[in-house]
């Protein structure tokens, strides 16, 4: 009830700028620094249902916390793509900063793929992750690495596109200028890659990662690693003993040499950007369609040549009945001919 209280404030707080309309609201979700909320804005004419992000109330008063919300939406201000949820606005009232943005009806990734229509269709949807985030991705990273693609920050929309959100741990391309301390880098471990578990040196190579990881995680239909604990999963990321864990996933054929490039230990052997990682699925999807249509060339030659062939097969056997039936009256015939001499 707090909460509720506390919410309804802040978006009065926002109806002296705009949101005067507000008829519905709720909790959508919580991180580590924000929370985001479902709202509904109606009126006589119009009708618009979108998402508001608010920084936690603890963190109000915390000028790096704020800084971050900024940068986050000065970063994503800055892009537009089909496959990236809108940014419609952002701003402050007396207490709190908000962002405004596109509400997505399908859920993230993570509820999205126990539903039964993503099971019965886990090969394609994959492919699709990987087409549509690979194609944010692209625009993405000529600006700045996303350093968070996890299923939690991939929307499913109504439309059947996958869609990338939550920016709070992108950075620039080049090296920050102005470290931000580990307390507000936290990121979600099971779908780092090895360089970002060091702290080493992570750049558009790690999303890549994360992005083959979190397809693999889709296809299977399980987490890829169970509940095994952070500092576990740590070590077994940077061993890169997790590729026993792809390689017997059995994955499809068109997916399998995409995502385990992919997911390399060394960033030198994954693919070098997300263009390069939708032409290889385009390649292998090409390759897998002309295995399919030769072998079913070979179907229908086989069964062309069968059906060609079963008229001559016909008319031998029509030949051979003819010629036994005929074969007595040729024999009978010169002993007719000579019982009718003698008659």
């Given at each position: 009830m ?134 944010a ?32 741990l992108?950075?620039d ?73 792809i ?33 290889a699925?385009?390649?292998?999807r ?55 001499k003698?008659?």
């Open positions: 707090l909460v509720e209280i506390l919410l309804r404030g802040f978006i009065l707080g926002l109806s002296e700028i705009k949101w005067s309309d507000v008829v519905a609201v709720r909790r959508l979700a919580v991180g580590g620094m924000a929370s985001v909320f479902l709202v509904d804005r109606l009126n006589s004419r119009f009708r618009k249902r979108i998402v508001i992000k608010t920084i936690l109330e603890k963190y109000i008063s915390d000028a790096a916390v704020r800084d971050l919300f900024i940068r986050e939406a000065t970063r994503h201000a800055s892009l537009a793509h089909p496959n990236i949820v809108q940014l419609f606005d952002f701003g402050h009232d007396s207490q709190s900063l908000y962002m405004a943005l596109e509400y997505v009806s399908g859920g993230n990734l993570s509820t999205f793929s126990q539903s039964e229509y993503a099971k019965d269709k886990r090969e394609m949807l994959a492919r699709r992750v990987i087409e549509n985030i690979g194609s991705l692209s625009t993405v990273h000529k600006f700045m690495i996303h350093g968070d693609i996890s299923p939690g920050n991939i929307l499913y929309g109504p439309d059947g596109s996958f869609k990338l959100c939550d920016f709070g992108a950075r391309l080049l090296p920050e200028t102005s470290p931000i301390s580990d307390q507000y880098q936290k990121g979600t471990i099971r779908y780092m890659a090895p360089e970002q578990i060091s702290r080493s040196h992570s750049d558009i190579r790690s999303d890549i990662f994360s992005l083959g990881i979190t397809a693999a995680e889709f296809y299977s239909g399980t987490r890829l690693y169970g509940d095994l604990p952070p500092d576990q999963l740590a070590h077994l990321i940077r061993s890169g003993a997790y590729l026993k864990h390689q017997r996933m059995n994955l499809p054929e068109s997916l399998y040499d995409v995502i385990l490039r992919a997911v390399q230990p060394s960033p030198h052997d994954r693919f070098q950007s997300a263009d390069d990682l939708l032409l699925l385009s390649c292998q090409r390759l897998a369609s002309s295995v399919d249509r030769s072998s079913l060339d070979a179907s229908l030659r086989w069964h062309d040549n069968a059906d060609r062939s079963e008229p001559k097969r016909v008319s031998k056997l029509s030949s051979l009945l003819s010629l036994l039936l005929t074969l007595p009256t040729l024999l009978l015939l010169p002993l007719i001919m000579l019982w009718k003698r008659t």
